[in-house]
């Protein structure tokens, strides 16, 4: 039976990187060796690594004086990453989620914290607006896309600070004005790669000015200083990311899969507002492209379990919510089908009329 | 052609791993998922993450008390993790060659660091012995083996403080006495699994004791407390570790490992030490059973390109020696099946003949 993933990281792939990766795992680049196990300095793998790097600059248009790195350790590891670099004695974060609110936990071994505004008290169901952040803190820091809640940011807080961002869980599902942030990270596990790698995007000038020692695998000067390479990089997720990149390409680029994305996410929010069983989570105008969280409505909360089994039935895989949130979420990264969505409201639609 | 693959690392994986990493690769555990794209929360993940540190438990018969990890960064970050969590004033550290000497580096940021003794005026060419290490530091490390000179320390020094090891480069080559020790650590791209994961065998009462914070992802306890899922694991480079663990218990485990690679050493120094063009680098008592590092005798200097060549056309891949050595460099790891010694060794003979 075909299967349908809804997961929400790590998440779906693209045929194509998952069939290229799997070749390669068997022949790597004609070496007659297997990706596994192929030394990270050899010509053939500098030129995946070299292409990677080239290829998010060319997609999201990253301009001069700005670096590319594929980092081990993941977006967790750049909660406290972020800060040691630029966090010399104040920063501001939005807190619109868990991994913000993770992030801001970090940044506190750093300095000092303001939060300058959060939706948890709603249970993190909208994006908080009409906030101040400071211009005497050494950066702005928000999540573009809260996985778990279901809620995005899709036009970055006009603020006159260094601004930084998490974008694991939508970069490359809509264009981003690289030139407004000083950095930009992200957990390649969702629109980019196997887990493994975390994407960073580095102003260069934005570097320096803090005083603590900064330990080297930790200090991003390390790894602009050695094109990437300072340390053996997770190679199968860097291959694996240029698949992807390649195909992004072939498929016309950014503007495009935030098209197809916008065309995916209205399906589904269309038919959680339509059907009288289900209702969405997040405020509408904050509605996630990428992560559609939503819930049983009341009167048919008993139908939750069953709901679940009819959609495994129908191979619609990785569909619970998260806890915090309970109930459905179905994340719609830019790999994830048309008719993978089409697959989910058609079951919604039959559970409706069983009910 | 039959490649051999004598790269220092990324290298050689059995062909078990390879073959069923590129199976999951297409369909994971029966799940009709790529294992590049499924959840790392899900059952059958979970299995393989539980099962492959159970199996690391297994063979290195790892005592009550200790935790295994699989963590993100490589052992590079481990040179600043490990005196993030135990240096509270003074380390001692071994200087055996450029690993040894980076992570000295690396802890001290964190205190002082006494450096018991240096083979670095020899160009790292044996193990210092006959050092004392202080009893008032707070730990002494080493690198069992050094990869880029080829030498390798098989007993572990006598010491009455916290004794912490990397041994990236021969860990499951041999049996280790884990109750000796505090913190071992080990990049797992030589005898465990692709670049991307770094395994970590911790004892438990060792943590804690240190007054700094450490941030959430840079302290050991924080990954023992979740089981090493705290974040999203590097799920690819976790399940091949698997397949390479299964794969040496069904060899028969470590001791049997051990007297394959003292075979496989043997066959290739003894050649080098009869052949009379070539001679080894590492003095014969430090010499590493993973990592075979020679040159061309003085008289034949000018041969080595030529040799290069010869060796590249008889399909030995990787033996170019690390630049700070010079000449060539074979490593021998796990899967190194004893064919492809002998491939070098008739390569050897055969140059010889020649000149």
Same mark, same amino acid.
């Given at each position: 039976?075909?299967?349908?993933?809804?997961?929400?990281?790590?998440?779906?792939?693209?045929? =194509?990187?998952? /069939?290229?990766?799997? &070749?390669?795992?068997?022949?790597?680049?004609?070496?007659?060796?297997? $990706? #596994? !196990? %192929?030394? =990270?300095?050899? /010509?053939?793998?500098? &030129?995946?690594?070299?292409?990677?790097?080239?290829?998010?600059?060319? $997609? #999201? !248009? %990253?301009?001069?004086?700005?670096?590319?790195?594929?980092?081990?350790?993941?977006?967790?590891?750049?909660?406290?990453?972020?800060?040691?670099?630029?966090?010399?004695?104040?920063?501001?974060?939005?807190d619109t989620g868990t991994w913000a609110?993770?992030?801001?936990?970090?940044?506190?071994?750093?300095?000092?914290?303001?939060?300058?505004?959060?939706?948890?008290?709603?249970?993190?169901?909208?994006?908080?607006?009409?906030?101040?952040?400071?211009?005497?803190v050494d950066y702005f820091h928000f999540?573009?896309?809260?996985?778990?809640?279901?809620?995005?940011?899709?036009?970055?807080?006009?603020?006159?600070?260094?601004?930084?961002?998490?974008?694991?869980?939508?970069?490359?599902?809509?264009?981003?004005?690289v030139s407004k942030y000083d950095v930009?990270?992200?957990?390649?596990?969702?629109?980019?790669?196997?887990?493994?790698?975390?994407?960073?995007?580095?102003?260069?000038?934005?570097?320096?000015?803090?005083?603590?020692?900064?330990?080297?695998?930790?200090?991003?000067?390390?790894?602009?200083?050695?094109?990437?390479?300072?340390?053996?990089?997770?190679?199968?997720?860097?291959?694996?990311?240029?698949?992807?990149?390649?195909?992004?390409?072939?498929?016309?680029?950014?503007?495009?899969?935030?098209?197809?994305?916008?065309?995916?996410?209205?399906?589904?929010?269309?038919?959680?507002?339509?059907?009288?069983?289900?209702?969405?989570?997040?405020?509408?105008?904050?509605?996630?492209?990428?992560?559609?969280?939503?819930?049983?409505?009341?009167?048919?909360?008993?139908?939750?379990?069953?709901?679940?089994?009819?959609?495994?039935?129908?191979?619609?895989?990785?569909?619970?919510?998260?806890?915090?949130?309970?109930?459905?979420?179905?994340?719609?990264?830019?790999?994830?089908?048309?008719?993978?969505?089409?697959?989910?409201?058609?079951?919604?639609?039959?559970?409706?009329?069983?009910?």
């Amino acid at each position: 039976m075909k299967k349908h993933n809804f997961y929400a990281g790590p998440s779906i792939l693209s045929e =194509h990187t998952i /069939k290229s990766t799997a &070749a390669a795992v068997e022949n790597f680049a004609g070496t007659g060796l297997s $990706l #596994l !196990e %192929v030394s =990270h300095r050899s /010509k053939e793998f500098i &030129a995946v690594n070299d292409e990677a790097r080239a290829l998010v600059k060319e $997609l #999201l !248009e %990253v301009p001069e004086g700005y670096e590319v790195l594929f980092l081990g350790g993941g977006a967790s590891m750049q909660f406290c990453m972020l800060p040691f670099n630029l966090l010399e004695k104040k920063a501001a974060y939005l807190d619109t989620g868990t991994w913000a609110s993770n992030a801001i936990k970090e940044a506190k071994f750093f300095g000092e914290v303001d939060v300058v505004a959060s939706s948890k008290e709603a249970n993190y169901s909208f994006i908080p607006k009409g906030f101040t952040v400071p211009e005497n803190v050494d950066y702005f820091h928000f999540t573009s896309n809260n996985t778990i809640f279901g809620t995005q940011i899709r036009h970055e807080p006009d603020v006159k600070v260094r601004l930084t961002a998490d974008m694991s869980s939508d970069i490359f599902s809509r264009p981003v004005d690289v030139s407004k942030y000083d950095v930009i990270y992200a957990g390649a596990q969702k629109n980019l790669a196997p887990a493994g790698v975390t994407l960073v995007i580095v102003r260069k000038d934005a570097l320096g000015h803090v005083s603590r020692p900064i330990p080297s695998m930790l200090d991003y000067r390390t790894h602009v200083k050695k094109d990437s390479m300072f340390n053996t990089p997770p190679v199968l997720p860097v291959f694996a990311a240029l698949q992807t990149l390649q195909w992004y390409k072939e498929l016309g680029g950014i503007a495009v899969l935030e098209k197809k994305n916008k065309d995916k996410a209205a399906l589904l929010y269309d038919e959680i507002d339509r059907n009288k069983l289900f209702k969405g989570t997040a405020v509408a105008e904050d509605r996630s492209l990428m992560n559609v969280c939503f819930v049983m409505n009341e009167e048919y909360k008993e139908l939750e379990e069953e709901f679940s089994k009819f959609a495994t039935a129908a191979g619609l895989v990785g569909i619970k919510g998260h806890r915090s949130v309970g109930g459905f979420r179905a994340s719609l990264y830019n790999a994830m089908p048309k008719s993978s969505v089409e697959a989910l409201t058609a079951a919604m639609k039959e559970f409706e009329k069983k009910h």
